[in-house]
C-alpha cells in the first residue's frame, strides 16, 4: 500500500474518494502536517497501490471486491507504523472505507472525519449504475468518459465555473486511475452494508464535513448522518461539491485543525 507520512502530532489518516488517489490531499497537507501527523494512502487498486496487494512487482492475488478488505489494509499499515489508535477520515468512498474499519476495529479509531460521505448502503439502482461503470471500464479503460461522467458530480458550480485549475487537476487524477483498479472499487462499493449502527456506537469525538453544493450527498443527508453520531460536530463548506479539500483546501484544514484538539 503506497502511503506518505508526514508531520508530527496527532495522527491523522485520511482515505481518498473515488476514482481519484491520495493526491486529492496535496493542497491540504502542508497545512494539517503542521499540526499533525498525516498519513494519506492510495487504496488499493488505485494511485500507486497495486490491486493484489503483491508490491509493485505484483505476486500477490487480487480479493474479492469488498470494502472489508480495504479496512484490513488501511490496519495492517497502522500496524506497520505501529500505530494503536488514530484518527481516521475519509470523503466519499474513503469515508465508507473509514467506516468499514469503524466495524471491524473501533477500538483503533480515537476520532472520525467524514467528509463528503453517508452511512447509507447503495439502492438497488445505485448498486447497478456501478456494476455498469465497472464492466464499461473493464471493456474500455476508464480514460476521457470517465472524467466527463464524474466531474460534474465531484466538483460545485463554484469550483467548475472559476477554478479551472482545479477542474484540470481532478480530471489528470481520474484519467490516470487503472481500470481494473476502478472496477473493483466501484464493486466494493456496491456490496457495502449500511454503517449506521457502527456510527450509533461511536463513541468518539467526529467531525462530519460537506460542501454545501454537493449533488452526490446533498447537505440534508450529511446532517442526518452527523445525528447518527454521539459526539458530532457538523460543518457545512459553502463553494464547495463533493470535494472540498481539492476545492478550498484553506476552509478545510482551517475546519479540521480547528476540531482536531477535541480528540485529546
Known amino acids: 500500500m ?17 476514482p481519484v488517489d491520495s493526491r486529492m490531499w496535496d493542497d491540504v497537507r502542508p497545512g ?16 500507486r497501490s497495486p490491486l493484489d496487494g503483491g508490491g509493485p512487482n505484483g505476486g ?29 477520515g475519509g470523503c466519499s468512498m474513503g469515508g465508507y472505507a473509514a467506516m468499514a474499519v469503524l466495524r471491524a476495529a473501533p477500538e483503533r479509531i480515537a476520532g472520525l472525519l467524514l467528509v463528503n ?6 439502492t438497488e439502482e445505485a448498486r447497478a449504475t456501478r456494476l455498469s461503470v465497472a464492466e464499461r471500464a ?17 466538483l460545485g458550480t463554484t469550483t467548475t465555473t472559476r477554478r ?42 467526529a467531525l462530519v464535513v460537506t460542501g454545501d453544493e454537493d449533488t452526490v450527498v446533498p447537505p440534508h443527508l450529511s ?23 481539492v476545492e478550498d483546501a484553506h476552509s478545510f484544514v482551517r475546519t479540521v485543525l480547528d476540531w482536531l484538539p477535541t480528540v485529546g
Open 138 to 154: 473493464e471493456a474500455e479503460g476508464g480514460r476521457g468518459w470517465l472524467a466527463e461522467s464524474m466531474l460534474p458530480k465531484l
Open 164 to 205: 479551472p485549475d482545479v477542474v484540470d487537476t481532478v480530471r489528470g487524477m481520474i484519467d490516470g486511475q487503472p481500470a481494473a483498479g476502478v472496477a473493483w472499487a466501484q464493486r466494493a462499493m456496491a456490496a457495502r452494508p449500511d454503517s449506521s449502527d457502527a456510527l450509533r456506537a461511536a463513541g468518539v469525538p
Open 2 to 18: 503506497h502511503y506518505i507520512d508526514s508531520g508530527s502530532g496527532t495522527p491523522l489518516v485520511l482515505l481518498h474518494a473515488y
Open 223 to 245: 446532517r442526518e448522518m452527523a445525528g447518527l453520531l454521539p459526539r458530532a460536530e457538523y460543518v457545512e463548506l459553502p463553494g464547495c461539491g463533493h470535494l472540498p479539500p
Open 32 to 47: 494539517l502536517a503542521g499540526q499533525a501527523r498525516l498519513i494519506t494512502p492510495d487504496q488499493r487498486g488505485l494511485g
Open 117 to 122: 460521505t453517508k452511512a447509507s448502503a447503495d
Open 60 to 88: 500477490g492475488t487480487v480479493p474479492r471486491p469488498d470494502l472489508s478488505v480495504v479496512a484490513a489494509d488501511v490496519l495492517a499499515l497502522l500496524d506497520r507504523l505501529g500505530l494503536d489508535r488514530v484518527v481516521l
